[in-house]
């Protein structure tokens, strides 16, 4: 079936089969991923036990004593040229208000804030406005449960990982890792830059949304003081 965008399938195995996109991390690439992840969920397909994008993919697990495979790749290929025309008739979901997600910048709470900030040249405060003053894509949600990668990240403040990742970061600690940013659900070793952190809830198996953030949802980050954060 011809599609607009470049795609393949790819068997793992007898239970999964993934579909790839442009490989790069590009947000109208993500959003293909996630909408066909979306859609697919919402199929009824027989045997389906999980649909996972990522940045560029979308991870399809099936029973394979419950699922026709053939039937199962046919309904991704049909999902995939509806798609291509959402997009050439420039048809958009929805667009959900960001998530909003209080911070307290620097100090013990943000030790790399001023390594971040040396990178691209400014004041601490500076960068820590770079970084609330913009809204962020979850591309996917991957390491830990409910560890956001989100984009992207301004030029001027996109330090790479550090050289030395720190054996113990903090639960709630945001960071930078080039051109994104995330933050540790729980505390865990770690080499992104610290430059933060919040009190916000991230991941509760007993919620029936476990993790706060899901691919393709909108963040934005905004600065409050350590009482404020309740820290």
């Known amino acids: 079936m011809?599609?607009?965008?470049?795609?393949?399938?790819?068997?793992?195995?007898?239970?999964?089969?993934?579909?790839?996109?442009?490989?790069r991390i590009d947000r109208s690439i993500n959003e293909r991923a996630v909408s066909l992840a979306r859609r697919m969920r919402a199929t009824g397909v027989p045997g389906i036990r999980d649909v996972a994008p990522?940045?560029?993919?979308?991870?399809?697990?099936?029973?394979?004593?419950?699922?026709?495979?053939?039937?199962?790749i046919r309904?991704?290929?049909?999902?995939?040229a509806t798609l291509d025309t959402l997009a050439q008739n420039a048809t958009t979901e929805a667009i959900a208000e960001p998530i909003r997600v209080p911070v307290c910048y620097g100090g013990e709470f943000g030790p790399d804030l001023g390594e971040v900030a040396?990178?691209?040249?400014?004041?601490?405060?500076?960068?820590?406005?770079?970084?609330?003053?913009?809204?962020?894509?979850?591309?996917?949600?991957?390491?830990?449960?409910?560890?956001?990668?989100?984009?992207?990240?301004?030029?001027?403040?996109?330090?790479?990982?550090?050289?030395?990742?720190r054996t113990r970061v903090p639960a709630g600690s945001v960071a930078i890792a080039g051109p994104q940013t995330g933050i540790y659900p729980s505390e865990s070793p770690g080499g992104w830059?610290?430059?933060?952190?919040?009190?916000?809830?991230?991941?509760?198996?007993?919620?029936?949304?476990?993790?706060?953030?899901?691919a393709g949802d909108?963040?934005?980050?905004?600065?409050?003081?350590?009482?404020?954060?309740?820290?």
């Open 2 to 23: 011809s599609s607009a965008w470049e795609w393949r399938l790819v068997p793992v195995g007898e239970s999964v089969v993934v579909v790839e996109f442009e490989e």
């Open 54 to 72: 990522t940045f560029r993919s979308v991870a399809v697990y099936f029973d394979p004593l419950q699922t026709d495979y053939e039937a199962l």
């Open 75 to 80: 309904r991704l290929e049909g999902e995939i």
């Open 118 to 165: 040396a990178f691209g040249g400014v004041t601490e405060d500076e960068a820590a406005r770079l970084h609330a003053g913009a809204v962020y894509r979850v591309f996917m949600i991957g390491f830990l449960p409910g560890f956001a990668y989100m984009g992207t990240v301004d030029p001027w403040i996109a330090a790479p990982r550090r050289s030395n990742p």
């Open 193 to 214: 830059q610290l430059i933060g952190r919040t009190r916000l809830p991230l991941f509760d198996p007993s919620r029936a949304r476990p993790s706060t953030f899901a």
């Open 218 to 231: 909108l963040v934005q980050f905004y600065p409050v003081s350590p009482v404020e954060a309740g820290l």
